[in-house]
């Protein structure tokens, strides 16, 4: 099992460019999740899918959108980047069966630079 | 606001010896709390987690300890090894959906 994969692992785009990122879990879970990281922030959640066909805002959604594909994918959209969205990106996956908290399983990341 | 405060940036400890990271945090709806591990160019791996209805939980060379009513919660890292040299993330969270994460801590771990 490759777990959960991300494409692409990086990538340079100019201001006002768009682009998607790619991101497939092999391990047929319920929720996937987009956090960015930033140094000195942690990872903060921009957005989630609690199961296929439903997409919800997390806490950084502005100048992104999403699209759940299918149970296995789910893709991050920057329409007109911006130098703020400089960050490295991570998908992450869980079960989603419990009410509380779960173990999320994170990808290897997508580090974008916006020039 | 920042959910979970981590303390502290980064900590430098010699093998052999304790590494010790502190979290707080704020809203006391929070019922997982997580450590996650994260070493250089890789995503962050699930390393040891507690729910609030113990205040301790231990597996190998790590250890939570919780403390609920002071809303804090720690990670022990017995016996450092080079190997354990990473970045360490607390996270709280009350639903599947809203997991907090703390800004991370640099560990280093001297030969």
């Known amino acids: 099992n490759a777990g959960v994969t991300q494409t692409p692992k990086f990538q340079v785009l100019k201001t006002g460019q768009s682009m998607t990122l790619q991101c497939a879990q092999d391990m047929n879970h319920n929720s996937m999740y987009w956090y960015r990281q930033d140094p000195g922030m942690g990872l903060r959640l921009i957005y989630y899918s609690a199961s296929e066909g439903t997409t919800d805002k997390g806490e950084v959604p502005n100048g992104y959108n999403v699209s759940r594909l299918n149970k296995r994918e789910f893709s991050l959209r920057l329409e007109s980047a911006a130098p703020s969205q400089t960050s490295v990106y991570f998908c992450?996956?869980?079960?989603?069966?419990?009410?509380?908290?779960?173990?999320?399983?994170f990808g290897p990341g997508t580090r974008l630079l916006v020039l | 606001q920042q959910q979970v405060k981590q303390s502290p940036q980064s900590l430098i400890v010699q093998k052999g010896g304790i590494s010790i990271i502190n979290c707080a945090y704020e809203n006391t709806a929070f019922d997982y709390f997580p450590w996650y591990q994260q070493f250089p160019g890789k995503g962050p791996a699930l390393l040891i987690a507690i729910r609030p209805d113990v205040s301790e939980k231990k597996e190998g060379r790590f250890t939570i300890s919780f403390n609920k009513s002071a809303k804090q919660f720690s990670l022990h890292i017995m016996d450092s090894q080079p190997g354990d040299s990473a970045t360490y993330f607390c996270?709280?969270?009350?639903?599947?959906?809203?997991?907090?994460f703390g800004a991370g801590t640099r560990l280093t771990v001297k030969p």
């Open positions: 992450a996956s869980t079960w989603g069966v419990s009410r509380g908290g779960e173990t999320q399983y």
């Open positions: 996270a709280a969270s009350r639903s599947q959906n809203d997991m907090r």
